[in-house]
């Protein structure tokens, strides 16, 4: 079991900056796969992006050049450095982990949320 914990979010005008962090414990042993997700009001939750245990990261084409991920694999801790944010990045955003080159279709194990709101 990996129990994930999100912090950082808040209030943000447009083009702020904001970085959450996502603290994982439990069995952090062996390697695992972690990623973002957000979900805006009346909107299915979609990818963010994702590090793999490889240190390889994709981005969605959404948040691309804006949003950095990053993970400390020492610390068992994974960023997500947003940039120049606008309103709709106004989210719950969520901490997942997995394993299996696709997990991030059905993580197995997701935080409980943290809210960016960005406004105008």
């Known amino acids: 079991q990996v129990h994930l914990v999100e912090s950082g979010g808040g209030l943000v005008q447009a083009g702020g900056s904001l970085r959450l962090s996502c603290a994982a414990s439990?069995?952090?042993?062996?390697?695992?796969?972690m990623g973002w997700f957000r979900q805006a009001p009346g909107k299915e939750r979609e990818y963010v992006a994702r590090?793999?245990?490889?240190?390889?990261?994709n981005y969605a084409d959404s948040i691309k050049g804006r949003f950095t991920i990053s993970r400390d694999y020492a610390n068992h801790t994974m960023y997500l450095q947003m940039n120049s944010l606008k309103p709709e990045d106004t989210a719950v955003y969520y901490c997942?982990?997995?394993?299996?080159?696709?997990?991030?279709?059905?993580?197995?194990?997701w935080g409980q949320g943290t809210q960016v709101t960005v406004s105008s």
């Open positions: 439990g069995r952090t042993y062996g390697g695992y796969n």
């Open positions: 997942a982990a997995g394993t299996g080159s696709n997990w991030s279709r059905n993580p197995d194990y």
């Open positions: 590090i793999g245990w490889n240190r390889v990261t």
